[in-house]
């Protein structure tokens, strides 16, 4: 079955980088694109980066542009998001998401039809 399994979360210093990775399993992640969204305590679930299937467009949030990375292994079945310079607000649990083949949407949850369990980030000031 499809199934999307993140990890490379924890706690970090401010200012400091993680590398997060998606490991997908039943589907081939090179054929769909790929989003990641988080969530803060308290807070509705927010794009943060996508790549689109065939790897040539990626997006960003404004608030991570230049800080955030996404980029995909297809050999490996996995998507990473690199995050440095990262700061308290990014705090949150971090998801990865298969897009939708029925959608050009990339920033809304509801174009994604298969999600991880979610990865904590902790960015201590």
């Known amino acids: 079955q499809v199934q999307l399994v993140e990890s490379g979360g924890g706690l970090v210093q401010a200012g400091g980088s993680l590398r997060l990775s998606c490991a997908a399993s039943g589907f081939i992640v090179g054929a769909y694109g790929v989003g990641w969204f988080r969530q803060a305590p308290g807070k509705e679930r927010e794009f943060v980066a996508a790549?689109?299937?065939?790897?040539?467009?990626?997006y960003y949030r404004d608030s991570v542009k230049g800080r955030f990375t996404i980029s995909r292994d297809n050999a490996k079945n996995t998507v990473y998001l690199q995050m440095n310079s990262l700061k308290p607000e990014d705090t949150a649990v971090y998801y990865c998401?298969?897009?939708?083949?029925?959608?050009?949407?990339?920033?809304?949850?509801?174009?994604?039809?298969?999600w991880g369990q979610g990865t904590q980030v902790t960015v201590d000031s």
């Open positions: 790549v689109t299937l065939n790897g040539g467009t990626t």
């Open positions: 998401a298969r897009h939708s083949l029925d959608t050009s949407t990339y920033f809304r949850d509801s174009s994604y039809n298969a």
